[in-house]
């Protein structure tokens, strides 16, 4: 079974505390809904300490002095295989339960973003799955090459081990329309796997909304602003 467990990466425990409506209707409702889910938020420090103890020391070093923003890339894989559960980023709206997310003897749900790639936000799998050994090892093994780019080493080393391990191959993000059909089939016909084709942020696993328009950009920013921290890119 999928461990109920939300892990959540932020700079401060206090996400709890905070009034601004993409917590309120993000993480709190999240847990509102899921009472019998813990929700664990791990902050910088624990990520750090996390990795070191989990991680060989030679890769461990790779990514020691690296934006927390890059470690997370690297916890949430280890996460997901060893402990399973779900992770999801801070910035996601939600209003459906997770027994209409995960249905019976499903072991690991990979959403997509649109036609494009499978969803990195958001993880939702039991533990020891392939997939995400996969993406650890192609994380490490690349940052070893020199390999920097946060893209690159995320979203993309998770596209790549995912089709990997389910088509044998790497697949890159946007491939044709005739690829990813093909890549929706396999997944289909796999009673263990479930997909769901996102579009955020309106329309994504965890949410559907019913009306209106979501500034997710400023409550975003103003989140950022209530604990005193800049986007990692340094654009705000």
Not at 30 to 38: A, F, G, H, K, S
Not at 104 to 115: E, G, R
Not at 160 to 185: A, M, Q, W, Y
Request: glycine share 4%.
């Amino acid at each position: 079974m999928i461990n109920k467990k939300f892990h959540v990466s932020w700079v401060s425990k206090d996400l709890l505390k905070s009034e601004n409506p993409l917590f309120i209707n993000g993480m709190k409702k999240l847990t509102e809904i899921n009472p019998d889910w813990n929700l664990e938020i791990s902050v910088d420090e624990e990520i750090h300490e996390y990795l070191e103890k989990t991680l060989e020391r030679k890769d461990f070093l790779l990514i020691e002095n690296e934006h927390v923003v890059a470690k997370c890339d690297v916890w949430r894989l280890l996460k997901l295989y060893i402990e399973g559960g779900v992770y999801l980023d801070i910035d996601r709206y939600c209003n459906i339960p997770m027994e209409d997310v995960i249905k019976d003897n499903v072991k690991c749900v990979l959403p997509t973003y649109k036609d494009s790639d499978f969803s990195h936000d958001i993880m939702i799998s039991e533990k020891e799955n392939p997939i995400f050994i996969k993406a650890l090892e192609l994380n490490i093994s690349r940052r070893h090459q020199g390999h920097k780019n946060v893209y690159f080493l995320g979203p993309q080393t998770y596209m790549h081990s995912v089709t990997h391990t389910l088509l044998g191959h790497n697949v890159d993000t946007n491939p044709d329309k005739e690829t990813f059909s093909k890549i929706r089939k396999t997944i289909e016909d796999m009673p263990f796997l479930d997909t769901y084709r996102e579009v955020p942020p309106y329309d994504t696993i965890i949410y559907r909304h019913d009306g209106g328009e979501i500034d997710l950009e400023r409550q975003k920013r103003e989140l950022y602003r209530e604990f005193s921290i800049g986007h990692w890119t340094g654009e705000w």
